[in-house]
């Protein structure tokens, strides 16, 4: 019987531990597809954050790192630095890449680490339970924003890849999303170019995945992609900030 | 093969060299006084032998750059002085929780805070108790003379790879900034062990590993640190290093490490001229503490004096090995004061009661 | 050879630690036990710096030398600070261009050298430091000529070996001042 479709090899069979309706496993799934597509797996060394994705040790197969909160550049960065023909990828969270491990984050993209920065940002922290996180809307409600994110005294979110797009160091910076089968296949081809950007000895790149929280959120799965459409894409736009490649530098030329 | 040439080098110069000579590769750092010299070093000397010179955005990055070079499997180290150590505890922490090997190196200065930066041993708690948070121990080796600044760093590298855990050695700014004679290199860049739970890719070789400090299981994470303090206690038996001075016949039994040993050899020295049994042991290893050597010299010894940089740390351990059978007592200067040969003649002359 | 504890302080930029490191370089030449040890701080030019240098023939035990045999001062304050640390029978060797005033201690040999002023007039700019060592030099003998001669090249960097004869000169300038 002809095989049709099947999970891909940088999978392991571990069942994972997200909520249903949660993105984290579609974004796993595509990481995993370009690490197969590419002949990665062996030479691939994966850091896990602090955050949902905690446990991100246990469902990709290549070698995995768990790291502590926030650090997971620094970490990177020391594995590629001692192996620099590993291909090295980050999965970080909102409050794991954008607060907690903000510095590690800007500097890693200064120094254009050649490391790939798969950034999960759902407007919220999830494995506590919903508090607000630094990508948190304005107006929206968390545990620790009841009264919606007032920008007076919580301040404004941070729009990462438009951050780090100012840095020489990022030679890829693409924001994508999950919520339909235009959008997932577009952010393979990011997770993919991310890859590439590696192995072209690029430096850093970031492939930002604007994703839902059900759970946190209050929603269905189906009623949270329609929110993160109507709320989080106005604020947090499609597209690609950076891009050093030769290709893209020639599509730029008038 | 270079043969070893006896050379004046500074301590935080000659650690340097001693950690290339030893194989590591891997330095990630940030500068802070008085340690910057390290750092300079190994920039200057690490692009020679193909090794990474990184300086990092802050301790905290460096130590977790470490982490990362660690989990790949090769020979990793920072270094930093007191204020930086602090931020580097959680990393340390993850490190033990990992199980992975690496070389911290603390130049103490004074504090608490941003303190002073003169030479102090006010680190010796966080060290010896706790380097991180959890139930955990890293081994501690306390270089007295810029020789030991090298002889340790490779010691310090085996036995972290062999016990899988991280190492620091607790300096001080008297003896990161002073120049001594010593002899260095000569010897074959060690191979390290195979680390073979190492991060570094499997080539679809193996299984792939994990290097992980979680585990949600209480009970799972209660069998894991048993298992790791059975290595502790081994480590414990067999790894303690101490000197001892004149102690065989000595009646009053200084205790001190690092700079202030050597303070310390000096009024043993003057007090022996003078008639008075006095001896000097020296912990090479705060931790594992060296309990024994303490509990064969309270056989003889009528007190012990414990002289320390800092307001009395060590003192505990020392009243710990000797289980209060005999007095302990302490003579300290701290916020980066050095004490004086005279001071601490003065205490063994007060102790000894004038008795000769 | 009986121990040799010296102090050397003055002004930062004066080649306090470069004096420190002849002397301690000179020890090592001889196969003696020596340890050169810093003040350090924030200050570089222009601060106070001093420096402690013990030759001996055992391990040196405290490289903190507070009780010098020999002192040199370079500067008004480390004058006013260090002169009464000397030990009895101790020597002091004073720039006298830049230290007024003479100590009343009788218990020390005291040298009063315009170091700065005849590095001026010989065209040693720079090398008062060096005229002071060789005063230390006429008076302790505390290595030989040659010896000191093998650790000014050691301690002049490989680039700079130009400057070890006007060195050698100030040397000899200091012996015999």
Not at chain 2, 49 to 77: C, D, K, T
């Amino acid at each position: 019987m002809a095989v049709v479709f099947e999970k891909p090899h940088a999978l392991t069979d571990a069942p994972t531990h997200y909520c249903p309706g949660c993105t984290h496993g579609i974004i796993h799934r595509l990481i995993a597809e370009c690490l197969d597509e590419l002949g990665l797996e062996g030479s691939a060394v994966g850091v896990a954050p602090v955050g949902c994705a905690v446990m991100a040790y246990n469902y990709f197969s290549c070698d995995m790192i768990q790291s502590p909160h926030g650090r997971a550049p620094a970490i990177a960065t020391g594995v590629k630095r001692a192996l620099p023909s590993a291909a090295v990828f980050t999965y970080q969270g909102d409050g794991d890449l954008a607060a907690i491990g903000t510095a590690e984050t800007v500097h890693a993209a200064a120094r254009g680490e050649n490391i790939c920065v798969f950034f999960v940002n759902n407007a919220i922290y999830g494995m506590t339970g919903g508090q607000m996180a630094p990508t948190t809307l304005p107006g929206q409600v968390t545990q620790t924003s009841p009264y919606g994110r007032d920008v007076k005294t919580a301040g404004y979110p941070i729009r990462v890849c438009e951050l780090l797009s100012t840095l020489d160091g990022t030679a890829f910076a693409q924001r994508v999303a999950v919520d339909c089968v235009r959008n997932v296949l577009a952010a393979k081809k990011a997770v993919k170019k991310a890859f590439q950007t590696q192995l072209d000895g690029r430096g850093f790149s970031i492939v930002e995945f604007i994703s839902s929280c059900p759970t946190n959120w209050g929603f269905t799965p189906s009623e949270a992609l329609v929110w993160l459409r109507e709320h989080m894409l106005p604020y947090y736009p499609l597209g690609v900030y950076k891009d050093t490649s030769a290709q893209a530098q020639g599509e730029a030329q008038p | 093969m270079n043969m070893a040439q006896r050379v004046l080098m500074k301590g935080n110069e000659a650690l340097a060299q001693a950690a290339i000579d030893a194989g590591c590769r891997c330095f990630f750092g940030y500068p802070i006084t008085p340690q910057t010299e390290l750092a300079a070093y190994m920039a200057k000397q690490m692009p020679k032998v193909g090794g990474v010179y990184l300086q990092a955005e802050s301790e905290i990055a460096a130590i977790n750059m470490v982490q990362g070079a660690a989990a790949a499997g090769v020979r990793a180290m920072t270094s930093s002085s007191s204020p930086g150590i602090s931020l580097k505890t959680e990393g340390i922490s993850y490190m033990c929780g990992s199980d992975l090997p690496a070389l911290i190196v603390n130049v103490q200065r004074g504090g608490p805070g941003l303190g002073g930066i003169q030479p102090s041993q006010a680190d010796y708690w966080q060290a010896t108790k706790a380097p991180g948070h959890g139930d955990l121990h890293i081994l501690v080796f306390t270089p007295s003379s810029v020789q030991e600044m090298v002889d340790l760093v490779g010691k310090a590298f085996d036995l972290a790879d062999k016990y899988r855990m991280p190492a620091m050695i607790l300096a001080d700014g008297l003896l990161g900034q002073m120049m001594e004679p010593v002899e260095i290199g000569g010897k074959e860049v060690p191979v390290p062990a195979a680390k073979p739970w190492a991060a570094c890719g499997h080539r679809n070789q193996r299984e792939h590993n994990i290097v992980n400090s979680l585990y949600l299981t209480a009970s799972e994470l209660e069998d894991l640190v048993k298992k790791r303090f059975e290595r502790y206690r081994e480590i414990e038996a067999k790894e303690p290093l101490c000197e001892a001075y004149l102690v065989d016949d000595a009646d009053i039994v200084v205790a001190a490490y690092g700079a202030a040993a050597r303070i310390a050899k000096a009024a043993v020295r003057t007090a022996r001229e003078r008639g008075i049994r006095a001896g000097l042991l020296r912990p090479v290893t705060v931790w594992p503490f060296p309990k024994k050597d303490f509990q064969a010299a309270a056989r003889h010894a009528s007190r012990f004096l414990c002289v320390e940089m800092n307001m009395g740390q060590m003192v505990d351990d020392v009243r710990l090995a000797v289980e209060c059978s005999k007095p302990v007592g302490f003579f300290g200067t701290t916020g980066g004061v050095i004490p004086t040969p005279a001071q601490v003649l003065e205490q063994i002359e007060n102790l000894s009661g004038g008795a000769r | 050879m009986k121990d040799l504890n010296v102090l050397l302080a003055g002004f930062g930029g004066q080649g306090i630690l470069f004096m420190g490191k002849l002397i301690a370089y000179a020890g090592l030449i001889d196969g003696r036990e020596v340890s050169w040890l810093p003040s350090y701080g924030p200050e570089m030019r222009g601060g106070t710096a001093n420096c402690s240098v013990c030759l001996s023939d055992e391990p040196v035990c405290s490289p903190l030398v507070t009780e010098p045999d020999i002192l040199i001062v370079m500067n008004q304050p480390s004058f006013d600070r260090f002169i009464g640390s000397v030990a009895p029978g101790g020597i002091a060797i004073i720039d006298s261009s830049l230290v007024g005033g003479k100590t009343a201690r009788e218990d020390i040999s005291s040298f009063y050298v315009p170091a700065t002023a005849l590095a001026g007039e010989k065209g040693l700019q720079g090398l008062a430091n060096i005229i002071l060592v060789g005063k230390m030099l006429a008076e302790t003998r505390f290595c030989s000529l040659d010896t000191m001669r093998a650790a000014i090249e050691k301690a002049v960097p490989p680039r700079k070996q130009n400057l070890v004869a006007g060195n050698m000169r100030a040397v000899e300038l200091g012996m015999d001042s």
